[in-house]
């Protein structure tokens, strides 16, 4: 499977607890991205990483929210302390080095994240 | 912040049938990407326009960069059951932040067999 990869794909949390969603973009990619979509609604920009790097986080909440991408491994988005207003899908996106965060981005399945 | 208005919010149609969908900006974008989305998955890239004026195709699916690079379409032709689904436009500024896409609500899509 060449296509971005999120886990989990469901994730129930109680008030309070943490979030922790994670995503391998595809072969070759070396830009991530991390969207929010509530129901009936269009995505919405997060944060932008490249490995090691964060490159644009204007989309990201101040607080309890904070994402990475290591030198190895998958790119994780972290919720602390979740709260009802964060259940939403999060997708992850990929595109490749070549286009410098500029132009096609490919999308993972999403996670949806329940909060209790 | 920048907006996109996508329009019509919905669509049922008859098998067959061609649609047109649209997309606007009050300021100017760079990249126009169009995406369809099905119950439970990620958006699927399935146009991406980069010249103004710019008119590509993917098999039934037709997609114009608008002129004045502050609006894009989408026509899909003879539709069939599986184009169910929710259509976005998404773009892309320059002058913004780098990465960023910037997302319609989406375009609902029906069809009746």
Known sequence: NAGVMQNPRHLVRRRGQEARLRCSPMKGHSHVYWYRQLPEEGLKFMVYLQKENIIDESGMPKERFSAEFPKEGPSILRIQQVVRGDSAAYFCASSPPAGGGWGEQYFGPGTRLTVT | GQQLNQSPQSMFIQEGEDVSMNCTSSSIFNTWLWYKQEPGEGPVLLIALYKAGELTSNGRLTAQFGITR????????????????????AGQNYGGSQGNLIFGKGTKLSVKP
């Open chain 2, 70 to 89: 502050k609006d894009s379409f989408l026509n899909i032709s003879a539709s069939i059951p599986s184009d169910v689904g929710i259509y976005f436009c």
